[in-house]
Nanobody, 110 residues
């Protein structure tokens, strides 16, 4: 059983920043952040491998940065220039293993 513990969500004004963290109980090759807005499906925001290869949704390129500390089994999502449309529950996922964190709410007010 893989455990993923997320933190860092909250309420912020448009243009502000937040940093999310997700710590896994084991080393995981690829970890991703996904977002689920109210009434919508859960979509990929960004992912990163242990080697540092990253992938971003077009909507967050240039604003969000995913990184990881392999020694701590932790992945981070730095979110800058936040927009109201970034609002949603953000989930950490162990890609390929398909384990999910409990989710953390991010709300961006206009």
């Amino acid at each position: 059983q893989v455990q993923l513990v997320e933190s860092g969500g909250g309420l912020v004004q448009a243009g502000g920043s937040l940093r999310l963290s997700c710590t896994a109980s084991i080393s995981i090759f690829s970890m991703g952040w996904y977002r689920q807005a109210p009434g919508k499906q859960r979509d990929l925001v960004a992912s990163i491998t242990t080697g540092g290869r990253t992938n971003y949704a077009d909507s967050v390129k240039g604003r969000f940065t995913i990184s990881r500390d392999n020694a701590k089994n932790t992945v981070y999502l730095q979110m800058d220039s936040l927009r109201p449309e970034d609002t949603g529950v953000y989930y950490c996922r162990a890609d390929y293993l398909n384990y999910w964190g409990q989710g953390t709410q991010v709300t961006v007010s206009s």
